[in-house]
């Protein structure tokens, strides 16, 4: 079965530390680049951070310095570690794959609840 799992939201207070991650079947992980959306209430879904297949990351500004994508292509898992998180990471996270040959990112999970309380 094709398919993204996510796991790791919760309820955190600010400055704390979350660990998500991504569990993916094979024929969406392997050669295709990886990514974390997040969508905060009445907010459009933005890119936290990706990663390509050969481990080259990208970061928004947002979360630069705190946020740290990775992923293991042995297991088929990307993961997202948060640190210093701030009330305004609060947002519903989506692991996200591009896959070889698609324009955009075409394939999501169902999303994790990540709770920052101030």
């Known amino acids: 079965q094709v398919q993204l799992v996510e796991s790791g939201g919760g309820l955190v207070q600010a400055g704390g530390s979350l660990r998500l991650s991504c569990a993916a079947s094979g024929s969406l992980f392997s050669g295709n680049r990886m990514a974390w959306h997040r969508q905060a209430p009445g907010k459009q879904r933005e890119l936290v951070a990706s990663?390509?297949?050969?481990?080259?990351?990208n970061y928004a500004e947002s979360v630069k310095g705190r946020f740290t994508i990775s992923r293991d292509n042995l297991q088929n898992t990307v993961s997202l570690q948060m640190n210093s998180l701030k009330p305004e990471d609060t947002a519903v996270y989506y692991c996200?794959?591009?896959?070889?040959?698609?324009?955009?990112?075409?394939?999501w999970g169902q999303g994790t609840q990540v709770t920052v309380s101030s």
């Open positions: 996200a794959v591009w896959r070889f040959g698609r324009s955009s990112y075409d394939y």
């Open positions: 990663i390509s297949s050969g481990g080259s990351t």
